[in-house]
């Protein structure tokens, strides 16, 4: 999610090869495209061979592209970079959203690269926190604009500026789309298919840090332990040595083979540190006693300390060796999202996990969290989400990832049969943070994806390899969750094709599930319903937020200031019990009522809605999305509207 890394994902795309259509606009002239909230500063061609990126080294091997860059801004404290890039040549008729790391701060010049060799037409954004910087969010305290622009604003107005661009360059929509990213790009993964579940055909999240205020709780948190009191630190060369001794104690009993240098399932590892604790004085082969707390409560994760309720899940065993981040020396690991809510100069050895975390979720939660599992308007147009995460990541705990997915099970009364036909998880065992680490951290999991959406090919396993010293000298299948690679007993064990998978009912461990108050406890639902009364209300478009079943009320979370694609709404209303707002606005306010022909062919439009929020004296920003018919869209529509 954060720290730089190598992108564990080779992208193979199936073919589907074209060129650019006649009709399609030259590139150097898309500088006067009419793209909603945005300004265009770049529409070039760039040859093929090296390009040089505002920022790094130099990209070779590239084909002739034509790159826009623009700044999009929201709100008058936006400034959203973007960048699409889209080949001249060779274009595959599919558009990519990339996804960022931590913070972002920059646009990732790698991933467009890598995208547009492939044959995608693709886009990129700084996610609007410059000049924020992947491993440190400080610089945007006090501009809760661009904390939404951070949460979800960037990413769908990426996403509509990428594909205005690749119809106004090819002449032609893409046939498909997709999104791709791990870590921050697993937030937006999520966010897209959650808030905007319309922008894409096909989902690509890894190691998503969707739970965002508590997984930087955590961060907090385990800096406070490792600081708190005096000789907590366990120092790089203990952290080896705890991770062999969680190696030496549980592999071969995870599900894996005994061979392995890597847990397959940690869930199945109870290991103590407290077994390595220094029977006499300090060395290098044992933890003293506050090490071995440390450890332990690494472990256990964070929780409220008045309830006991969880707050973030702990750490798994065997991702020992990445946990010098996570304690620090001066400051927590990736500090930004606590300073957001509690000040610049909060103290972290201070912070009390009930009082300030309620705080920090007031503020920041609708903005930033994406833990909603009603993903039935993703799926209702067949959309596809694809999930992944290595067992042994330091940055993002993998558990938190598996709760999100069987909560979707649990919550929205769904068989695994269900689920599996929208959503698909795939756990890689010994893998770090999106890549890395000692298991089998290579693989292509796009083109399963792509196969999915557009040969209903559902993936039940997707092989992966480990790469030392550029050769492969191990390959493993991934299995959909909650199966579980397993060897069959005979044959190379280091080959893939010798490993089934299996789920003997004994690979799903009880999870504790965190506190209400830490999952969900608002879910705002947008939709524009057929107005009876059409005569009177002809002129505007009515918006109806509701709460979904379970949820707190806007009693408890009073929104005001509601925007549709930026324009005020003329009128709110709340009705008595809190459970729904409606929104009226003026239809010549709206830029989906007033837009050329070709846009006026699809009857159908995505509005981007935002306001605030005033729960327990914080305020905090929201947004949701709803899909209007410019002119009625008839029965089919309205009863679409009500399944959702």
């Not at 309720?309 to 798994?316: D, H, K, N, Q």
């Not at 606590?338 to 000040?343: D, S």
Request: charged share 20%; net charge negative; glycine share 10%.
């Amino acid at each position: 999610m954060y720290r730089s890394t190598s992108f564990a994902l080779l992208i193979l795309p199936l073919a589907i090869v074209t060129s650019r259509p006649a009709a399609g606009a030259m590139c150097e002239t898309l500088t006067s495209a009419n793209i909603e909230f945005a300004t265009i500063t770049k529409a070039e061609t760039v040859p093929a061979g090296t390009f040089v990126p505002p920022t790094g080294a130099g990209i070779t091997g590239l084909p002739e592209f034509c790159r826009i860059a623009l700044t999009m801004a929201p709100s008058s404290d936006s400034a959203i970079r973007v960048e699409v890039w889209m080949p001249t040549a060779g274009w595959n008729g599919r558009f990519e959203g990339l996804g960022g790391g931590g913070y972002t701060g920059t646009i990732n010049y790698g991933t467009l690269a890598t995208a547009v060799m492939h044959g995608f037409a693709a886009a990129n954004t700084d996610m609007g926190t410059a000049p924020a910087t992947g491993g440190n969010g400080l610089a945007v305290v006090g501009h809760p604009q661009k904390w939404l622009d951070f949460g979800s604003r960037s990413t769908h107005l990426m996403t509509v500026a990428g594909k205005a661009l690749t119809r106004a360059f090819y002449g032609e929509d893409a046939r498909y789309s997709y999104f791709a990213g791990c870590s921050t790009g697993g937030h937006q993964a999520l966010e897209e298919a959650e808030v905007f579940p319309d922008d894409y055909d096909g989902i690509l999240g890894g190691a998503p840090g969707h739970n965002r205020t508590h997984l930087h709780a955590a961060f907090v948190f385990d800096f406070k332990t490792a600081h708190t009191a005096p000789g907590s630190v366990i120092a790089a060369t203990k952290l080896s040595m705890l991770n062999s001794a969680v190696l030496t104690a549980c592999v071969g009993s995870d599900g894996g083979l005994a061979t392995d240098k890597f847990l397959t399932d940690p869930r199945k590892c109870n290991f103590d540190p407290a077994v390595l604790q220094c029977k006499g004085a300090d060395a290098s082969n044992c933890l003293t006693a506050s090490e071995v707390y440390t450890a332990k409560t690494f472990y256990q994760g964070l929780r409220n300390p008045r309830t006991g309720a969880l707050i973030y899940p702990g750490w798994e065993r065997g991702s020992e060796t990445g946990w010098g981040g996570l304690q620090g020396s001066t400051q927590p690991d990736f500090p930004g999202i606590l300073n957001w809510a509690l000040g610049l100069n909060y103290d972290p050895l201070a912070v009390n996990f009930d009082t300030d975390m309620n705080t920090v979720d007031s503020t920041l939660a609708p903005t930033v969290n994406f833990l909603y599992t009603d993903l039935s308007r993703f799926y209702g147009h067949h959309g596809k989400l694809l999930l992944y995460h290595g067992f042994a990541d330091p940055i993002v705990v993998t558990t938190d990832t598996i709760r999100y997915y069987d909560r979707i099970r649990s919550e929205q009364h769904l068989s695994l049969k269900q689920e599996q036909s929208f959503a698909r998880l795939f756990l890689v065992p010994g893998m770090g943070h999106c890549s890395g680490g000692p298991g089998p951290n290579t693989f292509d999991a796009l083109t399963p994806l792509m196969n999915w959406v557009e040969n209903g090919d559902a993936p039940e396993s997707i092989d992966a390899t480990l790469v030392q010293n550029g050769s492969v000298v191990m390959s493993r299948p991934l299995c959909a969750y909650p199966k579980f690679a397993r060897y069959k007993g005979t044959g190379d064990s280091s080959n893939a094709s010798n490993f089934a998978c299996i789920d003997n009912g004994t690979n799903d461990p009880p999870l504790e599930m965190a506190g209400r108050e830490y999952l969900s406890p608002l879910i705002i639902r947008a939709s524009a319903p057929e107005i009876s009364d059409a005569g009177r209300f002809k002129d505007t478009v009515t918006i109806v937020l509701s709460v979904a079943r379970g949820s707190d009320t806007f009693n408890e979370w009073r929104p005001s200031n509601v925007l549709a694609d930026g324009a005020p709404a003329v009128s709110g209303q709340q009705s008595t019990d809190g459970k729904t707002y409606i929104a009226r606005f003026n239809r010549r306010d709206l830029r989906h009522f007033n837009t050329d022909a070709h846009d006026r062919a699809d009857k159908k439009v995505d509005l981007m809605i935002t306001g605030s929020l005033l729960h327990e004296g914080d305020t905090s920003l929201f947004a949701v999305s709803a899909t209007v018919c410019r002119d009625g869209c008839g029965e089919e529509e309205g009863e679409r509207e009500r399944d959702d």
